[in-house]
């Protein structure tokens, strides 16, 4: 089955830089690569996802860039700021005909002081 | 568009009674639903997927006759928790898409159940 591995668990960063996380997936076969944000006590709520068919997509301060040959892809959150501490998981799944399984990272657990 | 409601957010029960937790889609049908179990500090898995008008299909390693799944409607699953016990406590999630598939729609959660078995 699919395996994700999310880098790094941890991240801190300053308000205002910039935040990088990274999942590789094992299967081949996965086309879907959603990013959630889960803020304690909640559900994950959907940021940003992107289809096999695309290299990359940007909404507003976060971006996400999938590397299909390296099966990889990253999740990028430009100019942070403190209400963007919260943990985030990578997933991945084959969509197209029914519904496909999530298999989720291991999740980061972002902190941005001010 | 697209919301998952979940009830109840939260539940406290005694240990060796039952619980059931409800998954709503909002604004579309969802033929298939999906729970997940999330313990403190760890990330989401996948318990068992939920059909409409059919059994569930469940994840390896997890007891069908302790985590009951109806799926009765279009918008409805209930996972019900049997005789639960102190390890049951967990943080339980569902899931739906009105995209079968994700092509345009990818997955909503509802705001999930907070289960303590005391």
């Known amino acids: 089955g699919e395996n994700v591995e999310q880098h790094p668990s941890t991240l801190s960063v300053q308000e205002g830089d910039s935040a990088v996380i990274k999942c590789t997936y094992s299967d081949s076969a996965s086309n879907y690569f959603p990013w959630y944000k889960q803020e304690l006590g909640k559900g994950p709520q959907l940021i940003i996802d992107i289809r096999s068919n695309v290299g990359e997509k940007k909404d507003q301060r976060i971006a996400v860039t999938l590397n299909k040959t390296a099966k990889h892809f990253s999740l990028h959150i430009t100019e942070t700021q403190p209400e963007d501490s919260a943990v985030y998981f990578c997933?991945?799944?084959?969509?197209?005909?029914?519904?496909?399984?999530?298999?989720f990272g291991q999740g980061t657990i972002l902190t941005v002081h001010p | 568009g697209a919301v998952v409601s979940q009830h109840p957010s939260w539940v406290i029960c005694k240990s060796g009674t039952s619980v059931k937790i409800e998954c709503r889609s909002l604004?579309?049908?969802?033929?298939?639903m999906f729970w997940y179990r999330q313990f403190p500090k760890q990330s989401l898995m996948l318990m068992a997927t939920s059909n409409e008008g059919s059994k569930a299909t469940y994840e390896q390693g997890v007891e069908k006759d302790k985590f009951l799944i109806n799926h009765a409607s279009l918008t409805l699953s209930t996972l019900t928790v049997t005789s639960a016990h102190p390890e049951d406590s967990s943080f339980y999630i569902c899931?739906?898409?009105?995209?079968?598939?994700?092509?345009?729609?990818?997955?909503?959660f509802g705001s999930g159940t907070r289960l303590t078995v005391v």
């Open positions: 604004d579309f049908q969802a033929t298939t």
């Open positions: 997933a991945a799944s084959i969509g197209g005909t029914s519904y496909g399984k999530l298999t």
């Open positions: 899931s739906a898409s009105p995209d079968r598939a994700l092509a345009n729609y990818g997955y909503t």
